[in-house]
């Protein structure tokens, strides 16, 4: 029987899946959402899991030998565009949550007081500039109803109800291409901008 994700973003039932379940494959799939498709990002930590034998902890993928995860993200096909420079940032986003969150990716949002700290945390993850990590808290609250006090405030123009800017938006294919549209518009204005 299918269920419906509450982050359908990779097209892919098993994906989506395991990306609304397991809190370490929703923060793999937002590390690997740069300069490739979402689709292909948010499909990464279920490739990334058959690639270790069925698994995907923190712990494991923290204490692997670097040079052998790099081949697992390089081996055809690549689970990114430049995958031995993404395993580095998994690895290293792995090594943040064994070390400061007992190796457990839920306690980087579910131990914060406020949106304040949420967004403090989040960007302390290896691979979370300060966009990223405003829309991983919009993602949190509008996706999996994560919601500290002040998280509006803390996702900026993300947290916006009604907005389509960004990942924390998709819910299904309309929203997927709202997102896209915006986004091409953005880079439209931003070119046009540029060229004045």
């Not at 902890?57 to 993404?86: N, Y």
């Amino acid at each position: 029987m299918a269920t419906h994700s509450r982050v359908p973003l990779s097209g892919d039932a098993e994906a989506d899946a395991l990306n609304d379940a397991d809190p370490l494959a929703l923060v793999i799939g937002m590390v690997l959402d740069q300069q490739i498709p979402l689709e292909k990002a948010f499909r990464g930590p279920l490739d990334l899991r058959e690639r270790l034998g069925g698994s995907l902890t923190a712990q494991q993928i923290a204490e692997m030998d670097p040079g052998e995860l790099e081949e697992i993200f390089a081996k055809p096909p690549a689970l990114h565009r430049f995958p031995r420079s993404m395993a580095r940032r998994v690895q290293d986003a792995c090594k943040t949550i064994v070390d400061d969150f007992d190796g457990d990716a839920a306690r980087v949002w579910t131990g914060a007081a406020d949106g304040a700290e949420l967004l403090r945390r989040v960007k302390s993850l290896p691979g979370f500039g300060d966009q990223k990590a405003k829309i991983f808290v919009a993602l949190l609250a509008k996706r999996l109803d994560f919601r500290p006090d002040g998280w509006e405030k803390a996702a900026g123009s993300f947290g916006e109800a009604g907005s389509f800017y960004s990942v924390a938006d998709i819910d299904g294919p309309e929203a997927l291409a709202k997102v896209r549209a915006a986004k091409k518009m953005a880079k439209e204005a931003a070119k046009a901008a540029a060229a004045k």
